[in-house]
């Protein structure tokens, strides 16, 4: 039995994206209209099925272009913003999708009589650091409170699940490479935390339970280093490759060179990332600024990585029936 509309209209930036599919559907559920604001509408017809017929609406819009913000907003009760790059691609710039437009998102809510928005940030963001992207993340947070002050942001740690970025590139790799690469050794610690809870605290905050102008930490239950994750990967697809440490000055050169090539593996700003550990800051925990503290029990990797990670098996989901 579906849930019934409750007229209120959602926009969401980035809505065909890996976590912004899953927070289309949470809200989907709740019964809110959904209109996913994306770059290109022709290809997120995958998101209609996630609700009732005519629920979920695909609109062209680019945030460089803020007469498309501006259109995307246009009658919303609320606006999420999940647009996100791992690395810069022609004019899809940390700087204008990371920074610039948070900002041109917030203005264009606030032109429409918002007060808020809840914008999808990322562990790590610091105007200081040494990585363009965690700086960009940091410059769209300051964004978007300073124009609209009662703004939600949530700041994930490394997000998991079907069509993540991480445990899939990694699987895929294994089937094919003798050894995988532990980029400074791989003990740069994450926390990761399944794209479901993400998208729960999202609707949430939509529904207005979250703190208006509040920093939110979203992790998973474990914290676990780079080469824990890989080898919880490798379980998983019950193949045994060889964790290769490099040096983060041979990875840093390897990326530098990698990104000039469609598709990098590795970016230079990538390995500056791995360089500071990726988890829920203490001071959130102890504010509740927290999955947990929002009433959340989040998902572990042992729990969900078996449900889309088999597919990498020798023989795929099939392998579960092999004798062990």
């Known amino acids: 039995m579906s849930t019934p509309l409750n007229g209120k209209l959602v926009t969401i930036f980035g809505g065909s994206g890996f976590l912004g599919r899953h927070i289309v559907q949470a809200l989907a559920k709740r019964g809110y209209r959904v209109r996913a604001a994306v770059r290109r509408p022709d290809l997120a017809t995958h998101l209609q099925p996630l609700g009732a017929p005519g629920q979920i609406m695909p609109i062209q819009a680019n945030l460089r272009y803020r007469w498309s913000v501006e259109r995307a907003v246009l009658g919303a009760d609320a606006v999420v913003n999940a647009v996100g790059i791992l690395a810069p691609s022609g004019k899809q710039s940390f700087d204008a999708v990371q920074a610039f437009g948070p900002r041109a998102i ?18 790590g963001a610091d ?11 940091a410059a769209g947070e300051v964004g978007v409170l300073e124009t609209l002050p009662e703004s939600v942001i949530l700041r994930p740690s490394i997000v998991f699940g079907p069509e993540d970025d991480f445990f899939n590139k990694f699987a895929d790799m294994a089937r094919f490479s003798p050894s995988l690469p532990l980029v400074g050794g791989g003990e740069t610690n994450f926390q990761p935390v399944y794209v479901c809870d993400v998208a729960e605290a999202v609707a949430r905050a939509v529904d207005g339970q979250l703190n208006p102008g509040t920093v939110y930490e979203l992790g998973g239950p474990e914290i ?7 080898e919880d990967m490798l379980s998983v697809t019950r193949r045994s490759r060889l964790l290769l440490p490099i040096p983060f000055p041979v990875a840093s050169a390897m990326g530098k060179i990698f990104q000039l090539f469609p598709y990098a593996p590795l970016t230079a700003d990538q390995v500056e990332l791995l360089k500071t550990d990726n988890v829920v800051s203490e001071t959130a925990k102890s504010d509740g600024r927290t999955l947990e503290g929002l009433g959340i029990t989040p998902a572990t990797l042992a729990s969900v990585l078996p449900t889309y990670l088999d597919r990498f ?3 795929g989901q099939y392998d579960a029936h092999r004798p062990a």
């Open 127 to 137: 105007p200081d650091s040494s990585s363009a992207y965690a700086r960009s993340k």
């Open 106 to 123: 917030a203005e264009a809510a606030r032109g429409a009589g918002l007060s808020s928005v809840t914008h999808i940030s990322a562990i």
């Open 224 to 230: 676990k280093s780079f080469k824990a994750c890989l």
């Open 313 to 315: 098996r020798e023989r």
